[in-house]
């Protein structure tokens, strides 16, 4: 294992169209978290799980996105009824449960475009 | 979390030291200083944390003066392929505080 995967690399969909990306961390890590990135922004975050727990949710994270971590490995992140808005880089990282909790190794991203 | 300034861009001729200041006038006593790094189509990826003084690894240095109002990454003799976003985070790392802030970064290019 060498690094946080994450699958598609790109996605472009219709509006209205449902889409799902996944997400797999370094298999030590136990803690997961999705960002999204728009061009010539940073990463912003959008969720965080501890093992299976999600336990935080940024105000970013509308209805229409669900993630899940049914068993504490990998991660699926949902967007439902796509917007031409949600068009960016997701990105997918993920860190030990102790110390720096500022030290996150991140996936090489999902871009989705939608038309 | 505080909030963080950086210049928005910076160039620099290859095999030169470049230093990258950040502002952070707000920062809180349990705040450590970390810089991430991002390649074009890539996540970013951690360089370098500090509390004060001054941290070296093997890819940079960053300095923190007394006061911690402020932050230097140092890249030594840099390359094309340092050509990066840089981002200055500032936050607590204990338990609790588990999402990054990134603010726009610096845009380093380097030039042949």
């Known amino acids: 294992d060498t690094g946080v995967s994450q699958d598609p690399r790109h996605k472009i969909t219709k509006r209205g169209q449902n889409v799902t990306f996944r997400c797999d961390p370094i298999?030590?890590?136990?803690?997961l978290y999705w960002y999204r990135q728009t061009l010539g922004q940073g990463p912003e975050f959008l969720t965080y799980f501890q093992n299976e727990a999600q336990l935080e949710k940024s105000r970013l994270l509308s209805d229409r996105f669900s993630a899940e971590r049914p068993k504490g490995s990998f991660s699926t992140l949902e967007i439902q009824r796509t917007e031409q808005g949600d068009s960016a880089m997701y990105l997918c990282a993920s860190s030990f449960d102790r110390g720096a909790n500022y030290e996150q190794y991140f996936g090489p991203g999902t871009r989705l475009t939608v038309t | 979390l505080a909030k963080t300034t950086q210049p928005i861009s910076m160039d620099s001729y290859e095999g030169q030291e470049v230093n990258i200041t950040c502002s952070h006038n707000?920062?809180?006593?349990?705040?450590?200083i970390t810089w991430y790094q991002q390649f074009p189509s890539q996540g970013p990826r951690f360089i370098i944390q500090g509390y004060k003084t001054k941290v070296t690894n093997e890819v940079a240095s960053l300095f923190i003066p007394a006061d911690r109002k402020s932050s230097t990454l140092s890249l030594p003799r840099v390359s094309l392929s340092d050509t990066a976003v840089y981002y200055c985070?500032?936050?607590?790392?204990?338990?609790?505080?588990?999402?990054?802030?990134f603010g726009t970064g610096t845009r380093l290019t380097v030039i042949p």
């Open positions: 298999s030590e890590h136990n803690r």
């Open positions: 707000n920062i809180a006593t349990n705040d450590y």
């Open positions: 985070l500032v936050g607590p790392t204990q338990t609790g505080a588990n999402n990054l802030f």
